[in-house]
């Protein structure tokens, strides 16, 4: 299963609205979970199961979407939100999306 | 809390062998699948490998396969990864995560570098 995402970059102001887009090849239904990694660390989870927000993340950060097409959104872009976001399917092994790099405008 | 620590990475030549070793705590590794998923030098993330709780299953990705062993003891609660005949496409940052088939992963180690030249 290809994942791809869209935008590759985004560049958006502090207290903007933010959305990333993940597309499936192929039908996942709400397998798909999202992470946050920041230069140097280890990724984040942030969302699993299309739309539950893991313990501890902030509420601006939610997720939507089931079958084949997965948003991200961040509801107020604040500058510790730097960082790349990738989704990932794992309903057929595992497989990422090639990342989303979100800079501070 | 939950923490993975990985170890045994460095720097190893074209065709040579690494056995990369993840040592948990906070929790029972007995209860999950575990993984490792990998990062090449400014690019994304890759899955290599996961393993299930009682080391019945075992998959691994296409580019790994034949090569890459996954094993655990859940004894010591740690995992490891047998990494034979690299070449320099197997360099990259490995990361020791918490979970496998059917579910992601809630738990990442730090990773540990693993380079390949001669």
């Known amino acids: 299963i290809q994942m791809t995402q869209s935008p590759s970059t985004l560049s958006a102001s502090i207290g903007d609205r933010v959305t990333i887009t993940c597309r499936a090849s192929?039908?996942?239904?709400?397998?798909l979970a999202w992470y946050q990694q920041k230069p140097g660390k280890a990724p984040k989870l942030l969302i699993y199961?299309?739309?539950n927000l893991e313990s501890g993340v902030p509420s601006r950060f939610s997720g939507s979407g089931s079958g084949t097409e997965f948003t991200l959104t961040i509801g107020s872009l604040q500058p510790d939100d730097v960082a790349t976001y990738y989704c990932?399917?794992?309903?057929?092994?595992?497989?990422f999306g090639q990342g989303t790099k979100v800079e501070i405008k | 809390q939950v923490q993975l620590v990985e170890s045994g990475g460095g720097l190893v030549k074209p065709g040579g062998s690494l056995r990369l070793s993840c040592a948990a705590s906070?929790?029972?590794?007995?209860?999950?699948?575990m993984s490792w998923v990998r990062q090449a030098p400014g690019k994304g993330l890759e899955w290599v490998s996961y393993?299930?709780?009682?080391?019945?299953?075992?998959n691994y990705a296409v580019s790994v396969k034949g090569r890459f062993t996954i094993s655990r003891d859940n004894a010591k609660n740690s995992l490891s990864l047998e990494m034979n005949t690299l070449t320099a496409e197997d360099t990259a940052i490995y990361y020791c995560?918490?979970?496998?088939?059917?579910?992601?992963?809630?738990?990442w180690g730090r990773g540990i570098q693993v380079t390949v030249s001669s």
């Open positions: 995560a918490r979970g496998g088939s059917g579910t992601h992963i809630d738990y």
């Open positions: 906070g929790f029972s590794i007995s209860d999950y699948y």
């Open positions: 393993i299930s709780a009682t080391s019945s299953y075992r």
């Open positions: 192929e039908n996942i239904n709400v397998w």
């Open positions: 199961k299309a739309s």
């Open positions: 990932q399917q794992y309903v057929n092994y595992w497989t």
